[in-house]
């Protein structure tokens, strides 16, 4: 069972995922510092609110769907959390409706500013395959 700081981490990471899935970029950038940075395999990026909202309206792949597994939670200091989690994501091409899932391991930074926590960076990295072995 996470501890009450733990369940609030986990609690804002599944709000933002939620956010993804129902296309909601103002809850999504409700939950994001500004400026925020992103590292997954279209690259590193920094993006302000606008420049997100775009990529939630205009992106060519949706999330529809969502697993998470193995979060855990550390705070470096009473202002910062990060927190770390397999996610299997079901995903959707926007023009050709596509379904894909892919299994990643994930990273977040989380910071608070006054109450309130703001992600600050993301991080997405494939899952490797394992090689079966003769």
């Not at 909601?24 to 690259?43: K, Y």
């Not at 997100?52 to 969502?66: E, S």
Request: charged residues 20%; aromatic residues 8%.
């Amino acid at each position: 069972m996470p501890t009450a700081p733990d369940k609030v981490l986990i609690d804002l990471e599944t709000r933002f995922w939620q956010a993804l899935v129902a296309q909601d970029a103002d809850a999504a950038t409700g939950l994001l510092a500004e400026p925020a940075l992103m590292v997954s395999a279209h690259g590193a990026m920094k993006f302000d609110h606008a420049a997100y909202r775009k990529m939630v309206d205009q992106g060519t792949t949706l999330i529809t769907a969502y697993e998470f597994s193995d979060m855990q939670v550390t705070f470096p200091n009473p202002a910062t959390a990060i927190i770390t989690y397999h996610v299997k994501q079901t995903l959707k091409s926007r023009k050709a409706g596509d379904i894909t899932v892919e299994e990643m391991n994930d990273s977040s930074t989380w910071v608070r500013a006054a109450s309130d926590w703001k992600c600050v960076m993301h991080t997405e990295s494939p899952v490797a395959q394992q090689m079966a072995h003769a």
